[in-house]
């Protein structure tokens, strides 16, 4: 089944936030922020602005009626900044206009005296002066002082991979609308409907049964609008305070400017295997480059962290992970939520002992790959991992030793070209590290006339979980889909929900609907049993199949619309909620050790370029991969996030760049940031979904698909720098992004430009 | 008052000429099929097609960013946004989207839609190839395009049945079910519109494609008393005589690129100037407007000084005088251009025979991307193969784009990998670039240095080994 929203999307009929028609008297607002990196902030003057036409309100943190901070795990981020400014680009007031170009132009005429302090712009830096978030955490098993000594080769080095700008095609944006008594309603384009509910109803100083958030649809997301609540909380005080509804949109270029991206890593590594190439000992340490507050930053150096050993055994482990706090805006979430920096590491890693042997770094993946009984660094024993399974099915459609040979055999007769190729096997940890988020409702309400409504806490946003979600209901009440409706997530209909990300949207609230969906089915089941009053049949025998209820497998006279409206008359309860809590996940991060992911999500790709050595650029050619998708609830919705995934993790690889300037500002604008266009993807996508695969960990025998794909976009990476390999392999891997001037400096650039190999 | 179609609906406005169309369909016309996403023509959420009257009454639609479209400018033409395409259920392309899932968050889609449309009306025989081009500045982040391609692809295949006369285009789109049936009643609409006039007084700005200036300067444009360039049909015209190909300043890019003269006397333009943007622009910016914009690396400027092209500039007053284009850049941002003064016609040489063209261009993005370098080469070979004559240009090397001089050393020697060899060390060593956000400086030398090789192995047929 398609995702049910595309006839709209086609149409352009799809509601997003700036679509809502805009109520009477909206005002609209615009942020100030700082334009200094670091600073004591002495004065800040609005009366210019306050006095420009169109304008009704200046408001700074004296005017945040409860708590003046938005910090996501960590209370360091306050809406407005009240003495000290900390990056670029961090909100000190909000204008509020009674038009938007209004509200911009009396934005430019606030001026902000602030003394400049001395800003840190490098992680490793950062380190060096101790500014770091939380407490730096290392992950260890077996003996990996010890293992060196085994070790018949070693070897190390240092490497980056760069930020990522998330570039959802609708920037933040909340329309914020007053109620009665002091209470407010938010429409928001938010992945968070429980943190940032609360964020609201905290910094309006009331309760949060007073705050409703309303969420329809994203227009893609990615994690970029997970933690960071600045743009929704920020026109719901201004609609608080003024009475009036108010709406807050960013344009572009403030959107790239101010918002957080993916983090960029440094890299140390050492590993070391035995003469045949297995992995013995692999060390490490991760430096995050998390920006001025911890946001939602030290989640996403835990993922990375349990997951430093990618998709291979690795028995003695040490790897350390650093969160440093520098003075650019917070980065955030970003699909892959750090599996793609720790991921990278390893494939680094392993692909420099490879070299170093001089055997293909193939058969190194293949010989450590993850099999029944491997235990993981923090202590989870795998018992049925698909991953060896994927690799063999890519392997018997593609032959990966005779694309190795062809690549090799073209390498030897070509000059001005070179082909490169490369093999990424994915595990992909599925649940959020964070137990605590591992719970879903959902309230499922059949109406009289048949029709059924679903309220989650999950968001939709393209990638088709609520089309999964009304799968799950119509398999479960035993209906046509088209009958049933899934409805805005809304804090009123289901309150605390746990942000739709870490790719378990589905898996959390599809679990959650179908407890609800079953409870109400054994009503009916009980119902029906008494009101076709057969001998002898019982609930047990009764199933709704198809809108019809069926005895012992036969259908019966009774149709679903007509049942249900029995039942109602009946004094039946035809409304049914429901949770879910992923049982059996926990992890000590005391000890690092637990079991911190119900499932794992398993793939292997393969991808080959063709570079250009005479001017550095490159083409990815084709990517073949197999992924364990589970049982699909929807195929063509699955391929179509691994289709987007793996472009998303190819553009990280390869094009996508960001530049900040010396003063902390962001050079990069949205005419120099580019993301894969139609062109730029590979000519050739070819994906299987893995036959037979189940599992029984979540809903339907279906698994998780948002990010794991992403992975396979490290592949662009590895096979351009087997490509590179083949020209010299005289010097340092470069850093992610592989972009053409990294390339072509890697090529013929001089041997000491370190500006190519440092991601920043 | 400004009057224009707006899908089936005629709209007579008060609007500044200088608002742009997508604010106008979205807050005003109460239509937000049409999406803001980028605001600089970067990403094609806002495409729009703009259908406006060609010389003999018919309709000419193109795809255009929305964002960077002055209302003024769509005066007396059919707009068609998505809300304008479905009537009684999809449109082919709408339903071959859905069929193939080719959208996910939606946000990019209606933008796909009215872009693939365009390609429906303006391809000579719905080729993919085209298709593609089509869709060359409508960027999805979801997808990974990978749908849209099979969309766009069973598109082509439902449409090549069809009669290709583009004389009766809009009648063949309207029965395949490509465009409702209104489309067939526009040109007579529109011909009861008032026709717009170009009259402006002293200090309007001039205003060809606007695809710079309004990323430039738009809340002041939009005070600015406007002159549109779009209506002087007499600017828009292009033709070749015996010696040379005259280009109208007002000849859009993508209208320059796929002329049958262009085809026939530079074919290599048709595919190079692909690079300079995507369709969504090229149907906008003119070949002048890239010109006057006086980028250190237009890549139509790279291309015309290795040409040898001239410039015919008409002043306010009609005084005309023509101008060398290496002789057009002053300085950084600066041009050889007098206040009312416009280019009315690019002169460019025909290649005499033994003559090759040849553009290189590398940018991080290889679509709509500013280059890092770019180079063009005019070489004259005699048939022993040895250099009669060349021009050499680089961009993104100084503060304008740059003739490179002093290279007649080379007149004389074979047009060989050892004379390309040195050439590159020569015109390396000779320029200055600068760090910034398209590469540092030292790339940017370096990267020069390789495109020369690149040219070498071009035009002497070494094809990359």
């Given at each position: 089944?398609?995702n049910?929203?595309?006839t709209?999307?086609?149409?352009?009929?799809?509601?997003?936030?700036?679509?809502?028609?805009?109520?009477?008297?909206?005002?609209?607002a615009?942020l100030?922020?700082?334009?200094?990196?670091?600073?004591r902030?002495?004065?800040?003057?609005?009366?210019?602005?306050?006095?420009?036409?169109?304008?009704v309100?200046?408001?700074?943190?004296?005017?945040?009626?409860?708590?003046?901070?938005?910090?996501?795990?960590?209370?360091?981020?306050?809406?407005?900044?009240?003495?000290?400014?900390?990056?670029?680009?961090?909100?000190l007031?909000?204008?509020?206009?009674?038009?938007?170009?209004?509200?911009?132009?009396?934005?430019?005429?606030?001026?902000?005296?602030?003394?400049?302090?001395?800003a840190?712009?490098?992680?490793l830096?950062?380190?060096?002066?101790?500014?770091?978030?939380?407490?730096?955490?290392?992950?260890?098993c077996g003996?990996?002082?010890?293992?060196?000594?085994q070790?018949?080769?070693?070897?190390?080095g240092?490497?980056?991979?760069?930020p990522?700008?998330?570039?959802?095609?609708?920037?933040?944006?909340?329309?914020?609308?007053?109620?009665?008594?002091?209470?407010?309603?938010?429409?928001?384009?938010?992945?968070?409907?429980?943190?940032?509910?609360?964020?609201?109803?905290?910094?309006?100083?009331?309760?949060?049964?007073?705050?409703?958030?309303?969420?329809?649809?994203?227009?893609?997301?990615?994690?970029?609008?997970?933690?960071?609540?600045?743009?929704?909380?920020?026109?719901?005080l201004?609609?608080?305070?003024?009475?009036?509804?108010?709406?807050l949109?960013l344009?572009r270029?403030?959107?790239?400017?101010?918002?957080?991206?993916?983090?960029?890593y440094r890299?140390?590594?050492?590993?070391g295997?035995?003469?045949?190439?297995?992995?013995?000992?692999?060390?490490?340490?991760?430096?995050?480059h998390?920006?001025?507050?911890?946001?939602?930053?030290?989640?996403?150096?835990?993922?990375?962290?349990l997951?430093a050993?990618?998709?291979?055994?690795?028995?003695?482990?040490?790897?350390?992970?650093?969160?440093?706090?520098?003075?650019?805006p917070?980065?955030?979430?970003?699909?892959?939520?750090?599996?793609?920096?720790?991921?990278?590491?390893?494939?680094?890693?392993?692909?420099?002992?490879?070299?170093?042997?001089?055997?293909?770094?193939?058969?190194?993946?293949?010989?450590n790959?993850?099999?029944?009984?491997?235990?993981?660094?923090?202590?989870?024993?795998?018992?049925?991992?698909?991953?060896?399974?994927?690799?063999?099915?890519?392997?018997?459609?593609?032959?990966l030793?005779?694309r190795?040979?062809?690549?090799?055999?073209?390498?030897?007769?070509?000059?001005?070209?070179?082909?490169?190729?490369?093999?990424?096997?994915v595990?992909?940890?599925?649940s959020?590290?964070?137990?605590?988020?591992?719970?879903?409702?959902?309230l499922?309400?059949?109406?009289?006339d048949?029709?059924?409504?679903?309220?989650?806490?999950?968001?939709?946003?393209?990638?088709?979980?609520n089309?999964?979600?009304?799968?799950?209901?119509?398999?479960?009440?035993?209906?046509?889909?088209?009958?049933?409706?899934?409805?805005?997530?809304?804090?009123?209909?289901?309150?605390?929900?746990?942000?739709?990300?870490?790719?378990?949207?589905?898996?959390?609230?599809?679990?959650?609907?179908?407890?609800?969906?079953?409870?109400?089915?054994?009503?009916?089941?009980?119902?029906?049993?008494?009101?076709?009053?057969?001998?002898?049949?019982?609930?047990?025998?009764?199933?709704?199949?198809?809108?019809?209820?069926?005895?012992?497998?036969?259908p019966?006279?009774?149709?679903w619309?007509?049942?249900?409206?029995?039942?109602q008359w009946?004094?039946?309860?035809?409304?049914?909620?429901?949770?879910?809590?992923?049982?059996?996940?926990?992890?000590?991060?005391?000890?690092?050790?637990?079991?911190?992911?119900?499932?794992?999500?398993?793939?292997?790709?393969?991808?080959?370029?063709?570079?250009?050595?005479?001017?550095?650029t490159?083409?990815?050619?084709?990517v073949?991969?197999?992924?364990?998708?589970?049982?699909?609830?929807?195929?063509?919705i699955?391929?179509?996030?691994?289709?987007?995934?793996?472009?998303?993790?190819?553009?990280w690889?390869?094009?996508?760049?960001?530049?900040?300037?010396?003063?902390g500002?962001?050079?990069?604008?949205?005419?120099?940031?580019?993301?894969?266009?139609?062109?730029?993807?590979?000519?050739?996508?070819?994906?299987?979904?893995?036959?037979?695969?189940?599992?029984?960990y979540a809903?339907?025998?279906?698994?998780?698909?948002?990010e794991?794909?992403?992975?396979?976009?490290?592949?662009?990476?590895?096979?351009?720098l087997?490509?590179?390999?083949?020209?010299?392999?005289?010097?340092?891997?470069?850093?992610?992004?592989l972009?053409?001037?990294?390339?072509?400096?890697?090529?013929?650039?001089?041997?000491?430009?370190?500006?190519?190999?440092?991601?920043? | 008052?400004?009057s224009?179609?707006?899908?089936?609906?005629?709209?007579?406005?008060l609007?500044?000429?200088?608002?742009?169309?997508?604010?106008?369909?979205?807050?005003?016309a109460?239509?937000?099929?049409?999406?803001?996403?980028?605001?600089?023509g970067?990403?094609?959420?806002?495409?729009?097609?703009?259908?406006?009257?060609?010389?003999?009454?018919?309709?000419e639609?193109?795809a255009?960013?929305?964002?960077?479209?002055?209302?003024?400018d769509?005066?007396?033409?059919?707009?068609?946004?998505v809300?304008?395409?479905?009537?009684?259920?999809?449109?082919?392309?709408?339903r071959?989207?859905?069929?193939h899932?080719?959208?996910?968050c939606?946000?990019?889609t209606p933008?796909?839609?009215?872009?693939?449309?365009?390609?429906?009306?303006?391809?000579?025989?719905?080729?993919?190839?085209?298709?593609?081009?089509a869709?060359?500045?409508?960027?999805c982040?979801?997808?990974g395009y990978?749908?849209?391609?099979?969309?766009?692809?069973a598109?082509?295949?439902?449409?090549?049945?069809?009669?290709?006369?583009?004389?009766?285009?809009?009648?063949?789109?309207?029965?395949?079910?490509?465009?409702?049936?209104y489309?067939l009643?526009?040109?007579?609409?529109?011909?009861?519109?008032?026709?717009p006039?170009?009259?402006?007084?002293?200090?309007?700005?001039?205003?060809?494609?606007?695809?710079?200036?309004?990323?430039?300067?738009?809340?002041?444009?939009?005070?600015?008393?406007?002159?549109?360039?779009?209506?002087?049909?007499?600017?828009?015209?292009?033709?070749?005589?015996?010696?040379?190909?005259?280009?109208?300043?007002?000849v859009?890019?993508?209208?320059?690129?796929?002329?049958?003269?262009?085809?026939?006397?530079?074919?290599?333009?048709?595919?190079?100037?692909?690079?300079h943007?995507?369709?969504?622009?090229?149907?906008?910016?003119?070949?002048?407007?890239?010109?006057?914009?006086?980028?250190?690396?237009g890549?139509?400027?790279?291309?015309?000084l290795?040409?040898?092209?001239r410039?015919?500039?008409?002043?306010?007053?009609?005084?005309?005088?023509?101008?060398?284009?290496?002789?057009?850049f002053?300085?950084?941002?600066?041009?050889?251009?007098?206040?009312?003064?416009?280019?009315?016609?690019?002169?460019?040489p025909?290649?005499?025979?033994?003559?090759?063209?040849?553009f290189?261009?590398?940018?991080?993005?290889?679509?709509?991307?500013?280059?890092?370098?770019?180079?063009?080469?005019?070489?004259t070979?005699?048939?022993?193969?040895?250099?009669?004559?060349?021009?050499?240009?680089?961009?993104?090397v100084?503060?304008?784009?740059?003739?490179?001089?002093?290279?007649?050393?080379?007149?004389?020697?074979?047009?060989?990998?050892?004379?390309?060899?040195?050439?590159?060390?020569?015109?390396?060593?000779?320029?200055?670039?600068?760090?910034?956000?398209?590469?540092?400086?030292?790339y940017?030398?370096l990267?020069?240095?390789?495109?020369v090789?690149?040219?070498?192995?071009?035009?002497?047929?070494?094809?990359?080994?």
């Amino acid at each position: 089944m398609r995702n049910t929203d595309l006839t709209l999307h086609v149409q352009g009929a799809s509601q997003f936030v700036d679509d809502i028609p805009t109520p009477a008297g909206c005002l609209h607002a615009a942020l100030f922020t700082s334009p200094v990196a670091r600073g004591r902030l002495r004065a800040l003057h609005t009366e210019a602005a306050a006095a420009a036409p169109g304008v009704v309100a200046v408001l700074t943190h004296r005017d945040v009626p409860g708590l003046n901070q938005v910090g996501h795990v960590l209370p360091d981020q306050p809406l407005f900044a009240v003495d000290e400014v900390v990056y670029v680009g961090q909100p000190l007031a909000l204008v509020v206009a009674d038009s938007r170009p209004a509200a911009l132009q009396a934005a430019r005429l606030i001026t902000a005296e602030i003394d400049p302090l001395e800003a840190v712009l490098d992680p490793l830096e950062a380190a060096a002066r101790g500014l770091i978030h939380g407490q730096p955490r290392t992950l260890s098993c077996g003996d990996p002082d010890g293992a060196w000594a085994q070790c018949a080769h070693v070897a190390e080095g240092t490497i980056a991979s760069g930020p990522q700008e998330h570039f959802y095609f609708e920037t933040q944006r909340a329309l914020a609308l007053p109620g009665e008594l002091g209470t407010i309603k938010v429409v928001a384009s938010s992945q968070s409907p429980g943190t940032f509910h609360r964020h609201v109803a905290e910094v309006l100083g009331i309760p949060q049964h007073c705050v409703e958030l309303e969420i329809r649809r994203l227009g893609g997301a990615f994690g970029g609008k997970e933690s960071t609540a600045v743009w929704v909380v920020a026109p719901a005080l201004a609609a608080f305070l003024l009475k009036r509804p108010v709406k807050l949109v960013l344009g572009r270029a403030e959107d790239l400017a101010t918002t957080g991206k993916r983090h960029g890593y440094r890299y140390r590594y050492r590993i070391g295997v035995d003469a045949e190439g297995r992995i013995l000992v692999y060390e490490a340490t991760f430096h995050q480059h998390a920006g001025a507050c911890a946001d939602i930053s030290l989640a996403v150096l835990g993922r990375s962290l349990l997951h430093a050993s990618g998709s291979y055994r690795i028995p003695n482990l040490r790897v350390t992970a650093l969160s440093c706090r520098t003075n650019i805006p917070p980065n955030n979430a970003f699909r892959g939520f750090g599996v793609p920096q720790g991921t990278f590491a390893i494939e680094v890693a392993l692909t420099r002992i490879a070299e170093v042997m001089g055997v293909p770094a193939t058969r190194l993946k293949r010989l450590n790959l993850l099999t029944a009984g491997d235990t993981l660094p923090y202590g989870v024993t795998l018992a049925q991992p698909t991953a060896i399974r994927c690799w063999e099915e890519l392997d018997r459609q593609v032959d990966l030793d005779r694309r190795h040979e062809r690549v090799a055999e073209y390498n030897r007769t070509h000059a001005d070209t070179k082909r490169g190729l490369a093999v990424v096997p994915v595990c992909f940890g599925i649940s959020f590290a964070q137990t605590a988020l591992n719970q879903a409702s959902a309230l499922v309400n059949i109406y009289v006339d048949g029709s059924v409504a679903v309220s989650t806490g999950a968001v939709e946003m393209g990638q088709g979980v609520n089309t999964k979600i009304a799968l799950v209901a119509a398999r479960t009440l035993g209906i046509d889909p088209a009958r049933v409706r899934v409805d805005t997530t809304d804090t009123t209909r289901v309150p605390n929900a746990s942000p739709t990300s870490a790719s378990t949207g589905a898996d959390l609230n599809g679990m959650a609907t179908l407890r609800a969906c079953a409870t109400l089915v054994s009503r009916l089941q009980e119902f029906a049993a008494r009101h076709l009053g057969r001998p002898g049949v019982g609930p047990g025998d009764i199933s709704i199949r198809d809108g019809v209820v069926h005895v012992h497998g036969e259908p019966t006279e009774l149709r679903w619309e007509k049942l249900v409206a029995a039942a109602q008359w009946a004094r039946i309860d035809l409304s049914s909620h429901d949770f879910y809590a992923t049982p059996d996940v926990y992890h000590d991060q005391t000890v690092e050790r637990g079991r911190p992911f119900a499932y794992y999500s398993y793939g292997t790709s393969v991808t080959e370029v063709l570079l250009d050595c005479v001017r550095g650029t490159y083409a990815v050619e084709a990517v073949d991969l197999v992924h364990d998708a589970g049982r699909p609830l929807s195929e063509t919705i699955d391929r179509g996030q691994i289709e987007g995934g793996l472009l998303q993790g190819i553009g990280w690889a390869t094009l996508e760049q960001l530049r900040t300037g010396p003063d902390g500002r962001l050079r990069t604008t949205v005419n120099s940031y580019k993301i894969p266009d139609i062109k730029f993807g590979p000519a050739h996508v070819g994906i299987t979904l893995l036959a037979n695969s189940d599992n029984p960990y979540a809903v339907c025998n279906s698994k998780a698909i948002g990010e794991p794909p992403f992975i396979h976009g490290i592949g662009a990476y590895l096979a351009l720098l087997d490509a590179l390999r083949a020209v010299r392999q005289d010097r340092p891997f470069p850093s992610l992004p592989l972009t053409p001037e990294r390339v072509l400096m890697a090529l013929h650039g001089p041997a000491e430009d370190e500006s190519t190999s440092q991601g920043r | 008052m400004l009057s224009f179609l707006l899908n089936q609906r005629r709209v007579d406005c008060l609007q500044p000429p200088g608002s742009v169309l997508l604010d106008f369909v979205r807050e005003v016309a109460g239509l937000p099929g049409t999406k803001e996403a980028c605001r600089e023509g970067e990403c094609g959420a806002c495409t729009v097609l703009v259908g406006r009257p060609g010389r003999d009454g018919s309709i000419e639609y193109r795809a255009c960013a929305s964002c960077l479209l002055p209302v003024g400018d769509v005066e007396g033409c059919h707009v068609v946004t998505v809300e304008g395409l479905a009537q009684a259920g999809l449109t082919l392309v709408q339903r071959l989207i859905v069929e193939h899932s080719a959208s996910q968050c939606g946000f990019c889609t209606p933008g796909i839609v009215l872009s693939l449309t365009g390609f429906c009306l303006t391809s000579p025989d719905f080729a993919e190839a085209d298709a593609l081009d089509a869709l060359d500045g409508n960027l999805c982040r979801c997808t990974g395009y990978v749908p849209i391609r099979r969309a766009a692809h069973a598109l082509c295949e439902a449409l090549a049945p069809l009669d290709h006369d583009p004389a009766t285009r809009v009648a063949t789109l309207v029965q395949a079910g490509v465009l409702p049936e209104y489309f067939l009643s526009i040109p007579e609409r529109i011909a009861g519109l008032e026709v717009p006039t170009d009259e402006a007084g002293e200090g309007a700005v001039l205003v060809a494609g606007g695809t710079d200036l309004f990323v430039q300067r738009p809340e002041e444009l939009e005070r600015t008393a406007l002159r549109f360039l779009s209506r002087r049909r007499d600017l828009a015209t292009l033709r070749v005589d015996e010696e040379t190909l005259r280009v109208g300043g007002g000849v859009t890019l993508e209208d320059f690129r796929t002329s049958p003269e262009v085809r026939a006397h530079f074919p290599s333009l048709t595919t190079d100037l692909l690079l300079h943007s995507s369709a969504i622009l090229r149907n906008r910016a003119t070949l002048a407007g890239n010109l006057v914009n006086a980028s250190p690396i237009g890549d139509a400027s790279i291309l015309l000084l290795a040409l040898d092209a001239r410039l015919v500039l008409v002043a306010r007053d009609g005084g005309r005088r023509e101008v060398p284009v290496d002789r057009f850049f002053k300085g950084y941002k600066q041009i050889d251009l007098a206040c009312g003064e416009l280019i009315a016609e690019i002169l460019i040489p025909r290649l005499p025979p033994g003559t090759t063209l040849h553009f290189e261009k590398v940018s991080n993005r290889t679509i709509l991307d500013i280059a890092a370098v770019n180079s063009a080469l005019r070489l004259t070979r005699d048939e022993a193969g040895r250099i009669v004559d060349l021009r050499l240009s680089a961009g993104g090397v100084a503060p304008v784009p740059l003739l490179l001089g002093g290279l007649e050393g080379f007149i004389g020697r074979p047009a060989d990998r050892a004379t390309f060899a040195e050439l590159a060390r020569v015109v390396a060593a000779a320029v200055q670039p600068i760090d910034d956000v398209r590469g540092s400086a030292a790339y940017k030398r370096l990267l020069l240095h390789q495109l020369v090789i690149a040219h070498g192995r071009a035009v002497t047929g070494e094809v990359g080994r």
